[in-house]
């Protein structure tokens, strides 16, 4: 009787390390390619569920990822969470595992305060403040050349190109008190032409369906998939 429970306990623990070792070879292959996004101070969680039939078909049933101090292009977001459904996958050499599709799901990204005011000094702005409210993005601060300083106060909004990229779109501008045409701060920042945010190098497919300001948060929700 002993051996044929040891018989039966042996056999169930290949069985859950058979439906359970794909899920989790999975979490680690997606997690190893977001990694590079996260920075040094960011977490990173991600969670697999899948049944046996789907691992055998190459297709995880859910997957959920929260991570935060994302590098997205030239912003780091405090935050980003997105579930997704239906995730196919390819085995690799070496026990990787490569994510091939989603069939659906949403990312959030929520880019805060702090965090545009971070890449305004990393353009040489000095002591910038950001204020995000319902009407957009306000944001001042000291632009210095050579001896000359002058302060800046702008107001704009984010819009989407390509479905994954954000841009800044200044729409007022305040030099040292007077008005100037938007594009010129535009243009010394280095942002005329260039996504601020972008999610085009996520391991997954994703199109931006939203854009919101609120509680001091830019809040960017996306759709995971290919577009219809």
């Known amino acids: 009787m002993r051996r044929a429970l040891w018989i039966v306990a042996g056999l169930a623990a290949l069985i859950a390390a058979w439906v359970l ?29 899948a049944t046996a039939w789907g691992l055998l078909r190459g297709r995880i049933a859910r997957l959920e990822i929260d991570a935060t101090r994302v590098r997205l292009g030239d912003v780091t977001a405090g935050q980003l969470s997105g579930k997704l459904r239906g995730v196919t996958f390819r085995r690799e050499p070496l026990r990787r595992w490569t994510v091939t599709g989603v069939e659906g799901g949403t990312l959030e990204i ?5 965090d545009l005011e971070a890449y305004l000094r990393a353009r040489g702005v000095e002591r910038p403040s950001v204020t995000i409210d319902t009407r957009g993005v306000a944001a001042s601060g000291e632009l210095r050349a050579g001896p000359l300083v002058a302060t800046a106060r702008l107001r704009g909004q984010f819009y989407v190109s390509g479905g994954t990229d954000l841009y800044f779109q200044i729409t007022s501008l305040n030099l040292s008190g007077t008005d100037l045409p938007p594009g010129l701060t535009a243009a010394v920042l280095g942002v005329a032409g260039r996504p601020v945010l972008s999610l085009r190098s996520l391991p997954v497919s994703v199109t931006v369906t939203q854009i919101a300001y609120r509680d001091g948060r830019l809040t960017v929700g996306a759709r995971a998939g290919a577009a219809p």
């Not at 070792?21 to 960011?42: C, D, F, T």
């Open 21 to 49: 070792l794909p899920s989790v070879l999975l979490q680690q292959s997606v997690a190893a390619a977001l990694r590079p996004h996260v920075e040094e101070a960011g977490t990173l969680h991600v969670r697999a569920r």
């Open 110 to 114: 929520q880019v805060g305060q702090h």
